[in-house]
């Protein structure tokens, strides 16, 4: 995939449309992202490029200028966060260049920063985590440890050991990684022993909270899957997806959900598991609009929004590693 430069016209600091980060501008260095994952809904926004991704060259200086103007107008937000429709860290030299730049500019600001990443972290970036640790909030995006996860769905990313190394390296710089499970894939990623292989793993890196939210679908997205994936595997998604309706999530009015009691009956082994290894479990509420409301935003807010509903936590339960399924991440079951 080609990168290109342009010039960015609109505001840097964009209010984002998740309610899990309202009141959080969201930064997005590219317009596009060369991840290019599968399920990757971003890419079937109409305004996306197709055959390339758009580098916002001049994002730096725009920026500084913003958080100059918000701060003489006393209305400079607390934290920002990277990236809701790309990722800070893509693999490629100019766009890792950019992400450094931006990142001590909103830093040195005196701004919390959050961001999102399946990347591989620069050598660069651990320099500024170090220095900045109280500020920074970092998620790392990983559903499975699956090598035939990786390699069907988010095949250009960082394998799933690189991300699991990264996690460590955060917490024990103190930064409190938390993980970001989503998209879930029904019948393939939420099944018992794959949660278990992936929670295990994550407790080992010191990883205390995840947020979960299962794969949406959008008419670009099922355009998507079905050329990239083996149609028996996007069958079996498809499946879990059969008689619903379309509707508004969150900006897109052409969105399916999985049936309700299959998002119901997953999010309640994640919360099982999660209490079996001590880590706490948040589902998103932007992408569950029919379930109970939770907020699965990087910062603890200042003011919680009163009765927030919460799914019921279950009670933990003793599990063990003896099923083999390919994407369970196990050694038994990965391919060459």
């Not at 913003?66 to 607390?78: D, N, W």
């Not at 394998?159 to 993980?179: I, N, T």
């Amino acid at each position: 995939m080609h990168l290109s430069k342009i010039t960015r016209k609109s505001p840097v600091l964009k209010p984002p449309a998740f309610g899990c980060l309202r009141g959080t501008p969201s930064v997005n260095l590219t317009r596009g992202c060369l991840h290019a994952c599968v399920y990757c809904y971003a890419r079937a926004f109409p305004e996306t490029p197709r055959a390339e991704v758009w580098l916002y060259e001049n994002l730096p200086e725009k920026l500084s200028e913003e958080i100059r103007r918000l701060s003489l107008r006393v209305k400079l937000p607390s934290s920002v966060t990277f990236s809701t429709a790309s990722d800070l860290f893509q693999p490629h030299p100019e766009v890792r260049n950019l992400a450094l730049r931006v990142l001590k500019i909103v830093l040195e600001a005196g701004l919390r920063v959050s961001f999102l990443t399946k990347g591989y972290i620069p050598d660069e970036a651990w320099a500024l985590f170090a220095d900045y640790s109280s500020v920074i909030k970092p998620r790392i995006g990983l559903v499975s440890i699956s090598r035939d996860y990786h390699r069907l769905f988010e095949p250009r990313t960082a394998p799933p050991p690189v991300r699991l190394s990264r996690l460590e390296r955060l917490s024990a710089l103190g930064l409190k990684p938390s993980v970001r499970i989503d998209p879930v894939i029904p019948g393939l990623t939420d099944r018992e022993e794959a949660v278990e292989a992936l929670f295990r793993r994550l407790s080992l890196c010191g990883v205390e909270e995840v947020s979960v939210s299962y794969l949406v679908l959008r008419p670009g997205v099922i355009r998507q899957m079905a050329r990239k994936l083996p149609a028996r595997v996007f069958r079996e998604i498809l499946r879990h997806y059969a008689g619903q309706p379309w509707q508004k999530v969150i900006t897109s009015a052409t969105t399916k959900l999985a049936r309700k009691e299959i998002r119901e009956a997953g999010y309640t082994l994640f919360r099982e598991v999660g209490r079996a290894y001590g880590i706490r479990v948040r589902v998103c509420g932007c992408k569950n609009p029919d379930l109970p409301f939770e907020d699965c935003a990087p910062w603890e807010r200042e003011s919680p929004r009163d009765n927030f509903s919460k799914l019921p936590l279950f009670a933990g339960k003793i599990y063990n590693n003896k099923h083999a399924y390919k994407f369970s991440g196990s050694r038994n079951s990965e391919t060459s």
